[in-house]
């Protein structure tokens, strides 16, 4: 239990209740600190794209398979040439490690203050920040989430929830209906569902009778009205791996994807004189988790035509600030040389070309106990590798979960069978959680070189504020990693793996 679980929800509640529809104090606690925008940098619409747990690596082979499958590099890359774009680096620590997971990242930028990982925008002492979505409606501002991930989960929920555990999906369900976020597009149906909730309640009715349009298929977001508030959750769980959608025709009739999500939002919220958009591709970070180089960057391409979908709607609206990034690394994937001369490292890249099903459900086809030539046979169909009968024996007591690795964190069907396929791919990987790598960050549009050169992840939030012409800061406290050595064996292996991503 992390010790921000410690604290009730009621709690916290009762003891900040910021929300309880008062107006924004005035005059402010403390000055963020950021000039407010000067004349011809104040952006009418932000947009923030987030490829969650997105390495330096992912960035590059996702790059690298944009030019084998496209003929072209990615947006993201096009950007570093670009003339008006500002590049920068970003330090994601959260309060209590120098690894943060996505809640704290995200609430890092949604109340510009460092919290323990686990937390959605609530500090170790139970007290509630007021998140960004809150200040900015405020002031007008219309807000909306958009993601591949369940639209509860831990990167939309930092921009306009609080809670003390990210893993509280119901109650964040609830409070985006009663803070009365604009758009919300992504997964997790369960969460609505008054018969998969634990206190039954039917949020859908909830959310038609607030006014919202509730759509469940992607065709209903084609036909949704641009007048009323959006309610789109077109899975039960996280929206399908890439690699696993555009290979079945049934699953692309029914989800839409990020792009046509992305656009789909932008063309409701284009009329709205300000207006935020978070944009994440999330399951890259799922991806990485698996140890498995197509889920994760096929996704990262949804997410690059994501981009690219915001800069056609900058062109038509000029007065939109644009800004790129990830909240963390995660297993550091990369094309390792291969061969004489490392000569194999680019025919073997290529071999991602013809990769056609996730690490999802390669394994689920698997099961626990599979003859050898069936996992010969079901790795060659979603991969093309032809696998000899001694690799395919090293797998099996994986599958049984009874295999042993040196490592601890790779003890796991999901990151044995990515070292497996690092024979077939050149790529390699660190680990399969998150890491402590300073991140990318790319901004253009009015506003953007405050986020050029090395930035904290707090700053975010500040900058957005001073751009909206805001001046408010929430409270904070002193960050509290352990930096002395630690003799002993970690206790939490993967812990955020299977603690908060189990579908
Ligand atoms: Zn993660």
Redesign the pocket.
């Known amino acids: 239990m992390s010790k921000a679980q410690s604290f009730s929800r009621r709690g916290f509640l009762r003891r900040s209740g910021w929300w309880a529809a008062t107006p924004l104090a005035a005059p402010h606690l403390i000055r963020s600190g950021d000039p407010l925008a000067q004349p011809g940098q104040s952006p009418r619409h932000i947009i923030m794209l987030i490829s969650d747990?997105m390495s330096a690596g992912t960035l590059t082979c996702a790059d690298h398979l944009s030019q084998l499958t496209r003929g072209r590099g990615t947006v993201w890359m096009e950007l570093f040439k670009h003339p008006r774009a500002h590049v920068g680096l970003m330090n994601m620590r959260s309060l209590d490690s120098m690894v943060t997971?996505?809640s704290a990242a995200s609430s890092s930028w949604g109340s510009g203050s460092r919290i323990a990982n686990g937390a959605v925008n609530v500090l170790p002492d139970g007290r509630a920040l007021k998140p960004l979505y809150s200040i900015l409606a405020e002031a007008g501002w219309k807000r909306g989430l958009v993601t591949t991930t369940e639209i509860t989960h831990a990167t939309p929920a930092g921009f306009a929830a609080n809670d003390d555990s990210r893993g509280s999906a119901e109650n964040i369900a609830r409070q985006y209906l009663e803070r009365r976020v604009d758009v919300l597009l992504g997964g997790g149906q369960k969460f609505y569902d008054p018969q998969k909730r634990k206190d039954k309640a039917d949020l859908w009715q909830e959310y038609r009778a607030a006014g919202y349009c509730v759509m469940m298929a992607a065709d209903d977001l084609k036909k949704a009205p641009p007048d009323q508030r959006w309610l789109g959750t077109f899975h039960e769980s996280h929206l399908p791996f890439t690699v696993d959608h555009v290979h079945d025709a049934e699953l692309m009739a029914k989800v839409p994807t990020l792009p046509e999500m992305t656009r789909a939002a932008l063309a409701r919220l284009e009329k709205e004189n300000h207006f935020i958009l978070q944009v994440e591709g999330g399951r890259v970070?799922h991806g990485c988790?698996a140890c498995d180089a197509p889920a994760a960057l096929y996704d990262q391409l949804a997410f690059d035509e994501a981009i690219e979908v915001c800069l056609e709607f900058q062109k038509r609206s000029p007065e939109t600030l644009v800004v790129i990034t990830t909240d963390h690394g995660?297993g550091n994937l990369g094309l390792n040389g291969m061969g004489k001369n490392y000569a194999d490292s680019s025919p073997l890249f290529a071999n991602l070309k013809s990769a056609k099903a996730s690490f999802d459900a390669i394994l689920k086809k698997l099961g626990t106990a599979p003859e050898i030539t069936v996992i010969q046979e079901v790795i060659r169909e979603a991969t093309g590798y032809s696998l000899s009968e001694s690799k395919a024996a090293l797998l099996v007591p994986f599958l049984a979960k009874k295999g042993e690795t040196l490592y601890d964190l790779m003890n796991s069907a999901s990151a044995q069978l990515g070292q497996l396929l690092a024979n077939h791919w050149g790529i390699g990987w660190t680990g399969n959680a998150?890491t402590a790598d300073y991140v990318n960050i790319v901004a253009i549009g009015p506003g953007a070189e405050r986020f050029r050169g090395f930035i904290q992840n707090t700053d975010v939030f500040h900058k957005f504020l001073a751009l909206a012409e805001i001046d408010f800061k929430n409270p904070e406290v002193p960050l509290k990693a352990k930096m002395e050595p630690n003799p002993g064996r970690h206790d939490a292996i993967a812990w955020?793996w299977r603690e908060t991503?189990s579908a």
């Open positions: 747990g997971d996505s970070d988790h995660n998150h955020h991503h």
